[in-house]
């Protein structure tokens, strides 16, 4: 039954995929181009996805407008623009870099240097730390170690 | 220096707990609008029930107006509705209507079943004037200046409160 089951779910889903009353240009370079840049820009209905994965009906009127402007002849970066003067920055995926992305780039790499940093100066300063307690142990010393761990063994609770 | 071991992990803590926190107060839906202190773009389509007469947004020049997105397939604008209506009543500022992405019938059956704030609505059927706006979820409502101005955008239902808190004081000021 379940082995039924399965390919009767997928069918049902099916037609769910032929919904959307997009056209493909009949230019295949016009569709090679529209999923470039569409990789690039935001679904803002659907924050997380790109205009080119998202099935709501804003992407496909902006997959619509992009395959347009591609047939007009518009440059990639006219149509990047076109799409940031309407829905600002946040509508490309890679933001330029400006006052407000500034910790958004600038960041990750400071805390990357920062942490190798860090990383550095422990190892050394434990390195120090190791050369020092490897020193040999004078005659005294030892003695006195001896005597401890000695005392230890009498009086330290027995387990 | 000892100290220091314990401190620095905790202060990359509270740092991060304060960021997280700030995170969790911003709403990711509300995308700051690009036409804020612009121009609105211009367009000139036809109305909802005058197929015939077109409205292009210079015709309201010398008034504030708020131009209001909706849909009747949208949900938010059945909560922001009765809200419209009673600005509507008060005689707060004229609203014109973007009917977005919408069926003639199926609009002009929705404002007869809710009533009809709107000075009037233009249709937008393919969502091109949405484009120019910059639009991704109705409702939205833009605060148009008398010089034509986009002053603010309004992402989502308009709630009583905001209408007392952001719009009456906005509008006071701009019609000023």
Redesign the interface.
């Known amino acids: 039954m379940k082995r039924l089951l399965a390919p009767l779910l997928f069918a049902a889903c099916l037609p769910a995929w032929g919904q959307s009353a997009e056209v493909a240009h009949p230019d295949p370079k016009v569709e090679a181009r529209l999923k470039a840049i569409a990789h690039e820009l935001r679904c803002l209905v659907c924050q997380n996805q790109t205009i080119a994965d998202s099935d709501a009906p804003l992407a496909v009127d902006l997959r619509q407008q992009t395959r347009k402007m591609i047939a007009e002849g518009k440059s990639d970066d006219e149509i990047r623009s076109y799409m940031v003067d309407r829905y600002g920055d946040f509508v490309l995926y890679k933001p330029p870099f400006n006052a407000v992305t500034a910790v958004l780039w600038v960041g990750p790499p400071l805390l990357i240097v920062g942490g190798l940093a860090g990383l550095v100066v422990m190892l050394r300063r434990r390195r120090a730390a190791t050369q020092e307690g490897a020193a040999p142990l004078d005659e005294k010393r030892r003695r006195e170690i001896e005597a401890l761990l000695a005392s230890e063994g009498d009086s330290g609770p027995k387990a | 220096m000892k100290a220091l071991k314990y401190i620095i992990p905790l202060a990359i803590f509270a740092a991060l707990c304060v960021f997280l926190a700030i995170g969790l107060t911003k709403d ?2 509300k ?4 036409f804020i202190d612009k121009p609105a773009p211009a367009f000139a389509i036809a109305k909802l029930h005058e197929p015939e007469a077109k409205f292009s947004p210079a015709d309201m020049k010398g008034k504030v107006w708020l131009l209001n997105v909706w849909a009747s397939w949208c949900v938010s604008c059945r909560v922001e509705h009765p809200v419209l209506n009673d600005m509507n009543r008060r005689g707060l500022v004229p609203i014109v209507g973007l009917n977005y ?1 919408d069926q003639r019938a199926d609009a002009t059956k929705w404002l007869k079943q809710h009533g009809d704030p709107y000075l009037f609505s233009v249709w937008d059927f ?2 091109k004037v ?5 639009v ?2 109705a409702p939205e409502t833009f605060v148009i200046d008398k010089q034509g101005i986009i002053r603010y955008k309004h992402i989502g239902p308009i709630s009583p409160d905001d209408v007392e808190k952001i719009f009456l004081p906005l509008l006071a000021r701009l019609n000023a």
């Open positions: 990711p839906r995308v700051p609008s690009p992405k393919d969502g949405g484009i120019d706006y910059g991704y979820g």
